[in-house]
């Protein structure tokens, strides 16, 4: 049966197969969305009996992996199980297949055959971790009618378009507890993330017990910091997910926690380091002249790679602008005698040292894209990230490094602490249009979300991370022409309910903000208001970095809000649906939300104020003054002088930023007061 | 000023003195409630210079609790501090002065006094855990305006009744994770609870790591399991917030888990030992005739003893019925050698031996009411929680015990995973009108609630926590005399709140099971519902301790229902007011609610359907139906014989339990039917 559909696809070509997929990602809601699926017509029913059944050797993996979906399985649809784990041997409801116990690494088969039938289920695939993928599309596939939950039967054969898909997080600027990180790593594996960055220092916080400098985390951490054991406990249990950790170590720059327990390590001399409080570029950096930073260098990583079994090894390497070393003799000095002309052969002198240190130690060393220069040995990773924001071309560095021959990972479009649409993420393609060669194009490796925490808290990374990055898994994992937004998006909100059931934080911690900040009254208006609003995006939030500083709260109505606000994209869509046809179902469309909006000042005003609340009255007063007007003069198909001139004062206001967020709505509104202005009589 | 105020009170007498702080209850929301408070006329203001200074010696509890107490007050607050950490000796706003860094034992000091004036606030104890319970009542005294932040200038003079004030959490039955035993242990450091009972084992699990006997966590855990680290962080993470823990070995019954890795130590020979997966009392017991045995327990309490300071140490020692030992011909033998009259006395002797090993490991054994036994040696400490339910006087073994000269602590009244209110629990006093002398008083420590975990995840057991939990910690530190049930229930309800701000997930986790039983449609209605049902009491909810086994979904519609439905609550006084006085606005009320309950068919009844929805379809179709009738009643003073006929159709289909649940208004629609048909023309 599957043979003769995938024939018949072939031969009515590839333009039909795309539009059967398409018909199926309408159907499905998969992210990533695999590479082949075929459909038949019956399902399999999830009832009691499911079972499990794993028939290759033993694997850890698996064997975790299987209990996990039979719990998340049985949550999702109340099926009391019989069997809560996995039999070996046997012939099972769902059978597992795999020839080897695979090695987390760059050559990781993560392909996987899953075949649903009426009667079975067979996910098969070359290793271990392919398994654990195919057990997610698996639930990512569970259906119901009224009566009965099921698997539809389909064959998918799927497999990933890059190797290194990631998710960077930044627990220096805000630490986040273990608790926090193994949620995300589960969240990761769910959408086939293989990649977890964990950027453990920079200014503001070193993040890792040494035993070695133990003055690291007892000066420079306020005592938010994983022990070696906890970082043991988390490889661990992300190696069981499928997902390599790649520990970064900031240096030369992005130093002041460092030099905050190890000022004689410093470029500056009598300079009293201390934490960082601010966000920004800083300007502490190690030393590159002196020998005892590479002995301590050298000292740390040996404690500390053994606790990372990954190959790779980030060194950061960015972002350092140089002033303490141009303010320091000595290194002036050691530049004329090893001839280094300027800083950056100086940090490529430090880097080189900082490989070989690295080689010996059985690691390879990745940095940021400043790392790539001249001298610069060709084993080095090269982490793109630098684009407009920084004066380059985005993402030009990778095209750059894989083209020299460096092995090379796209940062640059994935900044999701930006807090850009998951549209815009969506749409950068690592390699985009460039023709590359074979060999180039072996060089990409993939690409990493980068969650730096300069504005989250615990309370706050899982809606600045998720549901976006699920939709950037899907870019690093799907092939490139599965990129139609609408679809995506609908798919996108299936997911980011189910990232929910699996424990994330992204949609509940919202109305704890608000209950919060309202001190539990009814938030009903204030929500109304979250779902218009968005925080303030690149780094406008944190004018110059020093209007937040780590310890400030983030229990404010900016952290309730997030990127892609949910009744902002809807209305946005039906405006402009309205302004090119203004039919019945369209004016409705837009009456509905104008109507509610209209209404929100009358119940906002009904709270007992406080100094939170404060900073949202004009917000709530001119929407609902604006969406007032509005709705009259659609409904009477007329719009006085003075209400155009109120509504256009109340869209003027709604245009400044409030509480550290934008109205996302408030170009629609526009468009709609210049149609009422234009079409109506006034 | 605070001198003549505190003296004009004391002349006028203590009933004057109670009426003053009943005013004061009505004004603050301070839970538990403490011993003497007195009111001044100003204000201390919340704002950017806001610091903490620690002026006596460093304790790291303090220092901690100083930071904890910044970042707590800024999230509630928004105000942006300037100093985000404690200072020293310096002026501060707040000034912590404190004699003595404590120890945790029965002896420590934990009263404070909290002076605030309009220009600083001073907490000063005798030791540093007196500051912690100090600074936990000031953060529940924030106040604010429409403008500010402040605290009011109040001194409080405040100590607690009893020195063991206890919550028992069962991680066997279902595993908790470290991240929920620390939000609890914070939760319960927030009411001044001071002791963390740890039920480590049980049949369903052994739940902590050992080294001599690794079989322990490799057979009998399913890998679910604290490792010693993770103890011991735990350990002084608790120590830090001033809370002890008291972990808790169970045996010599409830042994499943043990005699599944060592089966040699079982009772009954060739029998197939296992980890149990369903609920109830089991026959699994540990042999006490046989040398292993005790060999075994030594070595293993040797071994875990030093992880966990506190002098007691719980050896479980319920609920054995002796079965296995009956039909054990060894054990036959062994009691006629030892004289051992019945299995009570072969217990006995099991239990002296195990003092005897304890006494070495210098520790305290601590069991519940079963080990209180002629024999037993008063150096025990009997927890008392067998009461009706078990066929003996509620609370009964505590005097008893207090009176045989034993130290006890009153579990029996405080079991909250029965699921009854918490008016029930507030209402139980450990020593009640009882009289003992000041020798018998000094024996009765206190109490503990207990959080078995039969029926709770980690995604749930917040909810069977809080808010209840605070009440009972009231009833444990505030006097006896303390116990309006009405002012508890309102200041609970704001502290159920500010639970929520310090990360505790009983209100957010409600919704996120609704949006999961729904797959994410609009949950209005089943909000509506799950605010009038309850989870089925006692243990009526899982018959027979089978119906559900430990991997079963608790993500159903009773897990997102808790003990004191809220709308329930309201409703069944607003009847009782109409029912004495139908006036307009005891009306009104009671109308606002029928007509909301009224319409939730027709907002259900949109729904897309599945299984598990399924289930609440005839709960919402009835709800309608009733209100629907008498709302139409009362609006017309009238109520049709066939209108009757249907309202009481639908009452007996809500009188019974529905998806595990019971409507807990139905009681009040009875009372309004048949108050309807009475005064109604019909």
Redesign the interface.
Do not use: W
């Given at each position: 049966m599957k043979k003769i559909i995938i024939i018949l696809l072939l031969i009515q070509g590839s333009n039909q197969f795309i539009q059967a997929q398409d018909a199926l990602s309408n159907k499905y809601d998969l992210m990533p969305w695999p590479k082949e699926i075929t459909e038949y017509s019956s399902q399999f029913l999830i009832d009691e009996n499911l079972t499990v059944s794993i028939n290759s050797e033993k694997s850890e993996r698996v064997q975790?992996g299987a209990?996990r979906f039979?719990?998340r399985l049985?949550?999702?649809?109340?099926?009391?199980?019989n069997e809560?784990?996995p039999v070996y041997n046997e012939k099972g409801s769902i059978n597992l297949i795999y020839d080897t116990i695979s090695k987390l690494d760059l050559r990781t088969d993560e392909s996987y055959l899953l075949e649903i039938s009426a009667s079975k289920i067979d996910i098969t695939a070359k290793s271990d971790i392919g398994i654990l993928r195919g057990l997610e599309t698996l639930l990512q596939l569970t259906q119901?009618?009224?009566?009965?939950?099921y698997f539809p039967s389909v064959s998918i054969n799927d497999a990933p378009r890059f190797v290194w898909r990631g998710l960077m997080i930044d627990v220096s600027r805000h630490f986040q507890?273990?608790?926090v990180i193994k949620r995300n790593l589960e969240a990761m594996a769910s959408v086939k993330i293989n990649v977890f960055h964990w950027h453990l220092t920079d200014d503001q916080g070193f993040r890792i017990e040494s035993k070695v400098y133990p003055k690291l985390q007892e000066l420079a951490s306020?005592?938010l910091y994983y022990?070696q054991?906890q970082i043991k406990?988390v490889v661990a249990f992300a190696d069981n997910l499928g997902i390599r950790v790649i520990p970064e170590i900031d240096v030369p720059g992005h130093a002041s926690a460092i030099l905050t327990a190890y000022p004689e390590l410093g470029s500056k001399e009598n300079y009293n380091y201390s934490i960082e409080?601010f966000a920004g570029v800083f300007h502490p950096t190690l030393n590159p002249s002196k020998e005892i930073t590479y002995t301590f260098l050298e000292n740390l990583f040996t404690e500390i790679t053994p606790l990372f079994p990954d190959q790779y090894f980030h060194i950061g390497g960015d972002e350092n602008e140089g002033k303490h070393w141009d303010q320091n003799q000595e290194i002036a000095k050691f530049k004329d005698k090893h001839k280094l002309k300027n800083n950056h052969e100086l940090q490529t002198y430090f880097n080189i040292r900082l490989e070989k240190i690295l080689k010996k130690l059985g690691k390879k060393l990745m940095g940021w894209d400043e790392i790539l220069t001249p001298n610069m040995p060709t084993t080095a990773v090269i982490h793109s990230w630098r684009g407009e924001n920084e004066g380059v071309a985005n993402g030009g560095s990778l095209i750059e490094a894989a083209k020299k021959g460096y092995q090379t990972v796209l940062s640059n479009g994935y900044y999701i602490d930006r807090m850009l649409s998951v549209e815009h993420h969506y749409s950068v393609d690592p390699i985009g249009d460039i023709k590359l060669n074979k060999e180039e194009l072996s060089k990409v490796l993939g690409g990493e979300a980068t969650m730096w925490s300069e504005l989250v808290t615990p309370?706050t990374i899982d809606s600045r991370i998720w549901p976006r990055t699920a939709a950037i898994a899907e870019r690093f994992w799907s092939t490139k022409d599965v990129k139609d937004v609408d679809n995506m998006r609908k798919r996108l909100?299936?997911i980011s309910?189910q990232l929910?059931?699996l424990?994330l934080t992204h949609?509940?911690?919202r109305?704890?903000i608000l209950?919060?900040?309202s001190?539990?009254q009814n938030i009903n208006s204030i929500q109304d208001l979250a779902k218009i609003c968005e925080p303030l995006k690149i780094y406008a939030r944190n004018k110059d970095g020093i209007e937040?500083?780590?310890?400030?709260?983030f229990?404010?109505f900016a952290d309730a809000c997030s990127a892609d606000a949910e009744d902002a994209i809807v209305f946005n869509r039906k405006v402009s649906n309205f302004l090119k046809v203004q039919n019945r179902t369209n004016t409705a469309h837009v009456l509905s939300y104008l109507k509610k909006w209209a209404n929100n000042y009358t119940k906002f005003a009904k709270l007992d104020?406080?100094?939170?609340l404060?900073s949202l009255e004009e917000l709530s007063k001119n929407l609902s003054i604006a969406c007032n007007v509005l709705q009259n003069s659609i409904e009477n198909t007329a719009v006085s002088k003075s209400d155009l001139l109120k509504l256009q004062n109340a869209i003027a206001t709604l245009k400044l930023p409030v509480a550290d967020t934008e109205v996302v709505i408030v170009n629609a509104l526009e468009n709609l007061a210049n149609y009422c202005k234009t079409n109506y009589k006034n």
């Open positions: 975790k209990i039979l719990r049985a949550n999702r649809t109340g099926v009391f199980l809560g784990f119901h009618n009224t009566r009965n939950y507890p273990i608790a306020d005592g022990t054991n406990d409080r309370q909100s299936k309910y929910e059931e424990g949609i509940k911690n109305d704890v209950r919060s900040i001190h539990n937040y500083k780590t310890f400030s709260s229990n404010l104020k406080n100094p939170k404060n």
